[in-house]
């Protein structure tokens, strides 16, 4: 019997070693040019953006009661949590200064309170953009201004600082968190955080990461932490008058 050599059938292909090895080279060259390929090298263009970002924004503006009687005011920027997003302003009004307000207490303050739209979260270049626009139609002290927010806001407070640490000065974030390693942007800004230590939504424990981490950066911030609170921090906390009287000692200060 003869027998005959191992032929490859159709659709089959010898794979001798030299085979292997064309067969290889030419996938390489056929995915890309790899720098090795007889091939012209790819090119990229140049380019530019230069355009604006409109932003548009719905806030509730306070102005003392004597504010024509001095020159510049200090400002309290008041960032609501997520329950009161969308397009109307009278659910700002739900908590914290603006609910104040509301009900006839006077504030040693410009107060604005913006409200964030419907499934959308605070974006800090648009804060700031608010706080430009404020300050040119407003009699604003650029050294005192302060941010402080619950909840979402909270997380925002923390966030904007990171954000322009050399803007603010000082914050009091209420039942929020962030990164730590924003920290390290702003040893140097005056912290008072506050949250309830049965907090069901927000763990207080984001907020005592923050604060160890500015303390591990240097920083010197404070932490009120009412044991027996759930979410709602904040009630409390804008009820005190020694919280407004803290943020008023705070006065910005250049970064170290």
Same mark, same amino acid.
């Given at each position: 019997?003869? %027998?005959?050599?191992?032929?490859?059938?159709?659709? #089959?292909?010898?794979m001798?070693? %030299?085979?292997?090895?064309?067969?290889?080279?030419?996938?390489?060259?056929?995915?890309?040019?790899? @720098?090795?390929?007889?091939?012209?090298?790819?090119?990229?263009?140049? !380019?530019?953006?230069?355009?604006?970002?409109?932003?548009k924004?719905?806030?509730?503006?306070?102005?003392?009661?004597?504010?024509?009687?001095?020159?510049? $005011?200090?400002?309290?920027?008041?960032?609501?949590?997520? /329950? #009161?997003?969308?397009?109307?302003? #009278?659910?700002?009004?739900?908590?914290?200064?603006?609910?104040?307000?509301?009900?006839?207490?006077?504030?040693?303050?410009?107060?604005?309170?913006?409200?964030?739209?419907?499934? &959308?979260?605070w974006?800090?270049?648009?804060? +700031?953009? +608010?706080?430009?626009?404020?300050?040119r139609?407003?009699?604003?002290?650029?050294?005192?201004?302060?941010?402080?927010g619950?909840?979402? /806001? !909270?997380?925002?407070?923390? %966030?904007?600082?990171?954000?322009?640490?050399? %803007?603010?000065?000082?914050?009091?974030?209420?039942?929020?968190?962030?990164?730590?390693? $924003?920290?390290?942007?702003?040893?140097?800004?005056p912290?008072?955080?506050?949250? @309830?230590?049965?907090?069901?939504?927000?763990?207080?424990?984001?907020?005592? #990461?923050?604060?160890?981490a500015?303390?591990? &950066? @240097?920083?010197?911030?404070?932490?009120?932490?009412?044991?027996?609170?759930?979410?709602?921090?904040?009630?409390?906390?804008?009820?005190?008058?020694?919280?407004?009287?803290?943020?008023?000692?705070?006065k910005?200060?250049?970064?170290?």
């Amino acid at each position: 019997m003869v %027998r005959r050599p191992n032929l490859p059938q159709l659709g #089959e292909t010898s794979m001798t070693p %030299r085979g292997t090895f064309l067969l290889t080279w030419i996938v390489l060259c056929s995915m890309g040019n790899f @720098g090795f390929c007889d091939e012209p090298a790819a090119s990229q263009r140049t !380019g530019r953006l230069d355009t604006q970002v409109q932003v548009k924004m719905n806030y509730l503006l306070y102005l003392p009661q004597d504010y024509d009687s001095q020159p510049s $005011w200090p400002l309290m920027l008041f960032l609501h949590g997520a /329950g #009161e997003r969308g397009d109307d302003l #009278e659910m700002v009004k739900m908590h914290g200064p603006p609910k104040l307000i509301a009900a006839g207490q006077q504030f040693p303050f410009i107060v604005v309170s913006p409200q964030c739209p419907k499934d &959308k979260e605070w974006e800090p270049i648009e804060l +700031l953009a +608010l706080l430009d626009g404020v300050s040119r139609q407003y009699n604003v002290d650029p050294n005192r201004i302060y941010v402080t927010g619950l909840s979402m /806001g !909270g997380f925002a407070s923390w %966030r904007l600082a990171a954000y322009a640490p050399n %803007r603010l000065a000082a914050i009091a974030p209420i039942c929020g968190g962030g990164e730590k390693h $924003w920290a390290k942007h702003y040893p140097h800004l005056p912290v008072w955080a506050f949250h @309830g230590g049965k907090d069901p939504g927000v763990p207080v424990e984001r907020s005592l #990461e923050m604060v160890d981490a500015l303390i591990e &950066k @240097g920083g010197n911030p404070q932490l009120t932490i009412y044991p027996e609170a759930g979410h709602n921090s904040w009630t409390a906390t804008y009820a005190n008058p020694e919280f407004y009287k803290w943020l008023l000692r705070q006065k910005r200060t250049d970064k170290e």
